[in-house]
């Protein structure tokens, strides 16, 4: 006979809420910290022409302690996202479309492996800042991020014009902070689910850690 004895229990929403606002209010606090102590060296580029706002890899990897609000605030928000990544596996291949339904638990398969792959740029360009070694975190910062504000980036490194970095920085904090929202989404999708963490024992068997999702 199984036997549980409950570790951890929370509502899923609850999960997401807090899970969102930790990259948001790190970001936010890495970015006034930036502006308030650092604003010349964090706006500082090659072109040496005036900017007004640094951008989030200034923000957080080349100054403390905002690169150390950063990396805790992503150590607490990177661990529960792998763990929504398979809910939401659970979740897609829960229904059923008929004729295609492989094809559609193949594309359900893809988008766990996206959100993983993104999660785990997230953490590498995090505790690899652009200072600690640039080649890793340009690259992971593409894989993490669309590339929608490539024009921006390269319009300045070309014509070094005033405040253009700072737009890149402003487009930058815009793609950063919708991608944030759009995870706060599972909220909504997870709203009657609660996490459970329990110790479970059968017979003469050792005890084992079990994680799982359940209905409130």
Known sequence: MRRQQALFNVNFSLLVTVVALLPLLGALTCIV????LNFKESTWTHCRVTNYLPSISSAIGGYAPQKYIWRICIALHAAPRFLFAFAYFGYYTSFHVGPRNT????LA???VFLHVLENTAL???TYVSSTDNYAVHE?????????SEVYMFFRHEWYCETGVYSIFALCEYLVVFSNIAFHYTAKYDFSDQQVLLAGEESGDHPKEM???LHPV
């Open 210 to 212: 079990v994680l799982s």
């Open 109 to 111: 398969r893809l988008c």
């Open 33 to 36: 910290l930036s502006i308030l």
């Open 103 to 106: 094809l559609y638990k193949n």
């Open 123 to 125: 953490v590498t360009l």
């Open 139 to 147: 690259n992971m910062f593409i894989v993490f991020m669309v590339c």
